[in-house]
């Protein structure tokens, strides 16, 4: 196995959680320390609090081939920053989401020196939002002819995403005692009145069946005390969508059925590849190729990832990931030799460019 281990531990103990930028721009330098010195051509660029690095094979902002994965991570307890390793397995906070994957794409990149037109962003904060990517897209880097984005599912590729809307809804009233409820207007009241509406309306998703636009209820904030009844009360809702133009259709159905305040806090659009493009055919290849005893699928995600970002290059945009499991939780783990394989894979594949269409 030739994972860099060392990178890795490197990283986490930088303990790079998104809300705090000192210390992913720590893990930021590190990468840029390590590929400078490798003789690839890297710039750290400034994108708000956070020092995002750009590297590549090639001078300039636009390789044929783009790679993504990002270097924040959630929170974790301290213990969890400490690379542990168990023959291939490693656990800690983001050896699977997605130091692991970074680290996989460094090796890539140094692995194609002078023989291949290959770059990478490594963004910041891709667990609150991706803002990092959408800078660095906005600064003009791009993929000419593949961006392949290394936080998605393993074994498969998936070639869209669901966009995401995220909605306040607030309800007013008139607050007053919990010993006469006949003198108020209680605003917690409208509140779940108007999301049963809501959720009336909205057609049921299955697991069996899941590329459909869904709709899950995620905070609520109401009152201040166990006697008062509040003055507002107020629910956060965590839209996915499938298709662009539903945006408008969904905003104002909320609305219009709910009859409260909405607010739409953020939003980014879904995100669509055409499977049957010779880019994605040849990397479905190479990977089929690489996996054999694996039923590599083309796959369409729920969650969102940097990809997001990526739709106006105008080339496609895969999603891959590599394998582990439990991201997010204490039991996040990484295989290691999985991790080497897609790195020999994905070097391979891109050093033959000519499969790119």
Same mark, same amino acid.
């Given at each position: 196995m030739s994972f860099d281990t060392k990178l890795l531990a490197d990283l986490m103990a930088c303990k790079p959680v998104s809300s705090q930028p000192e210390n992913v721009n720590r893990a930021s330098a590190i990468l840029n320390q390590k590929l400078t010195a490798a003789g690839l051509h890297c710039t750290m660029e400034n994108c708000g609090d956070y020092q995002v690095l750009f590297a590549s094979t090639t001078p300039g902002k636009e390789p044929d081939v783009l790679l993504n994965a990002h270097i924040d991570v959630v929170p974790a307890t301290d213990d969890l920053f400490t690379l542990k390793i168990d023959g291939d397995i490693a656990r800690g906070r983001g /050896? @699977?989401?997605?130091?692991?994957?970074?680290?996989? &794409?460094?090796?890539?990149?140094?692995?194609?020196?002078?023989?291949?037109? /290959? @770059?990478?962003?490594?963004?910041?904060?891709?667990? &609150?939002?991706?803002?990092?990517?959408?800078a660095m897209v906005k600064l003009g880097y791009r993929a000419r002819r593949l961006a392949i984005v290394i936080d998605g599912p393993t074994h498969a590729l998936a070639i869209a995403q669901k966009g995401i809307i995220i909605i306040r809804l607030r309800a007013r009233g008139a607050g007053g005692h919990a010993s006469a409820p006949w003198a108020c207007d209680n605003p917690i009241e409208k509140l779940l009145d108007g999301y049963a509406k809501l959720k009336s309306a909205w057609p049921e998703v299955s697991a069996d069946d899941q590329w459909h636009d869904t709709m899950a209820p995620c905070q609520i904030q109401a009152g201040f005390a166990d006697n008062q009844?509040?003055?507002?009360?107020?629910?956060?809702?965590?839209?996915?969508?499938t298709q662009e133009e539903n945006f408008a259709t969904i905003t104002h159905l909320v609305e219009n059925l709910t009859g409260l305040e909405t607010e739409v806090l953020r939003t980014c659009k879904p995100l669509y590849t055409d499977e049957n493009a010779p880019a994605i055919q040849a990397l479905l290849a190479a990977m089929r190729q690489a996996f054999p005893d694996k039923d590599i699928a083309v796959r369409r995600m729920n969650g969102a990832t940097d990809a997001r970002h990526m739709g106006a290059f105008g080339v496609p945009v895969a999603i891959i990931g590599t394998p582990g499991g439990s991201v997010h939780s204490d039991l996040e783990w990484a295989d290691l030799d999985g991790i080497d394989k897609y790195t020999n894979m994905l070097t391979d594949f891109i050093r033959d460019s000519t499969n790119l269409g």
């Open positions: /050896v @699977g989401d997605c130091l692991g994957n970074a680290v996989s &794409i460094a090796q890539i990149l140094i692995n194609l020196k002078n023989q291949a037109s /290959v @770059g990478a962003i490594f963004s910041c904060d891709e667990e &609150i939002g991706g803002a990092t990517t959408a009844i509040p003055e507002q009360a107020e629910m956060i809702l965590n839209i996915r969508y």
